[in-house]
T-cell receptor, first 109, second 117 residues
Framework: GQNIDQPTEMTATEGAIVQINCTYQ??????LFWYQQHAGEAPTFLSY??LDGLEEKGRFSSFLSRSKGYSYLLLKELQMKDSASYLC??????????WGAGTKLIIKP | GAVVSQHPSRVICKSGTSVKIECRSL??????MFWYRQFPKKSLMLMAT?????????EQGVEKDKFLINHASLTLSTLTVTSAHPEDSSFYIC?????????????FGPGTRLTVL
């Protein structure tokens, strides 16, 4: 079956760095997405990886290892507004998104 | 940037009534639109994939007669929840895939919170 695993909740301190891990099992693979979702709002796109390696975009970076079925989202210089849920989603061979349940990130002052 | 709107943002209705939710891509054409529902603290659940001019493809377990989807144009898809019941209360989100770049990015609407009394 297809599955996306990510931690349910993480806590970090303002100004620090946090890494949110995601492991995936999909039927075929056409890329991995990270989305940010604030409570009561729709997800917003953060990153898309289809090749191995690290992609940096400002304070956020995303890493992919296809051989390990593993990705992480790295958030640097954490700000209070980064408190949100972070959703990992894999794109399978039918180009359907398989969603993880999301990681709720709590930022403390 | 690509913008997707949804209307209404919130709706409260009585049990047994039908509710229509619109999803529009404002500055791009979307061959494909997706409809999701999300329960509190849960991930998004894909309900159906809507292609312009053809019938929607529903996910297993989603009742096509209850959740009517119409994708009439390249910028508009509608979801009608027929004979709504309290268990249909949820957050409904649409997303749209641009015509030329259909799969590696979806743009999400702001969502519609449906409450059925």
């Amino acid at each position: 079956g297809q599955n996306i695993d990510q931690p349910t909740e993480m806590t970090a301190t303002e100004g620090a760095i946090v890494q949110i891990n995601c492991t995936y099992q999909t039927s075929g693979f056409n890329g991995l997405f990270w989305y940010q979702q604030h409570a009561g709002e729709a997800p917003t796109f953060l990153s898309y990886n289809v090749l191995d390696g690290l992609e940096e975009k400002g304070r956020f970076s995303s890493f992919l290892s296809r051989s390990k079925g593993y990705s992480y989202l790295l958030l640097k210089e954490l700000q209070m507004k980064d408190s949100a849920s972070y959703l990992c989603a894999g794109l399978d061979s039918n180009y359907q998104l398989i969603w993880g349940a999301g990681t709720k990130l709590i930022i403390k002052p | 940037g690509a913008v997707v709107s949804q209307h209404p943002s919130r709706v409260i209705c009585k049990s047994g009534t039908s509710v229509k939710i619109e999803c529009r891509s404002l500055d791009f054409q979307a061959t494909t639109m997706f409809w999701y529902r999300q329960f509190p603290k849960k991930s998004l659940m894909l309900m159906a994939t809507s292609n312009e001019g053809s019938k929607a493809t529903y996910e297993q377990g989603v009742e096509k007669d209850k959740f009517l989807i119409n994708h009439a144009s390249l910028t508009l898809s509608t979801l009608t929840v027929t004979s709504a019941h309290p268990e249909d209360s949820s957050f409904y989100i649409c997303s749209a895939a641009p015509l030329q770049n259909s799969y590696n990015e979806q743009f999400f609407g702001p969502g519609t919170r449906l409450t059925v009394l």
